[in-house]
Nanobody
């Protein structure tokens, strides 16, 4: 059974930075894509970023249009951890951020349906 736990959320002013961490236990092996999604009040869960093993030590990364150029996803397989570095934060980035693990290597990384394990979420609030 996979367990994921997010940390690092908080309150930050617009233009600031935060680094989210996701610690995994169980079957969080490196070939499975890992991702971050977010959900603001009254909105659907939105894709933020994903990281997918390509070959050897090479990984592909994917980003939602809203965060491209500002957020960076990375992973540390030795620690079973995934990170999301968020820079130049905006009030519209305010949401609960969730870490997720894909159910298969070939899962659609952009869709929530591709993931079978989720963390409890961490709140990120950006003030203007």
């Amino acid at each position: 059974q996979v367990r994921l736990a997010e940390s690092g959320g908080g309150l930050v002013q617009a233009g600031g930075s935060l680094r989210l961490s996701c610690a995994g236990s169980g079957r969080t092996s490196s070939p499975y894509p890992m991702a971050w999604f977010r959900q603001a009040p009254g909105k659907e869960r939105e894709f933020v970023a994903a990281i997918k093993w390509a070959s050897g030590s090479i990984y592909y990364t994917y980003y939602g249009d809203a965060v491209k150029g500002r957020f960076t996803i990375s992973r540390d397989n030795a620690k079973n951890a995934v990170f999301l570095q968020m820079n130049n934060l905006r009030p519209e980035d305010t949401a609960v951020y969730y870490c997720a693990r894909a159910g298969s290597i070939g899962a659609n990384v952009y869709s929530t349906s591709g993931y079978d394990a989720w963390g409890q979420g961490t709140q990120v609030t950006v003030s203007s």
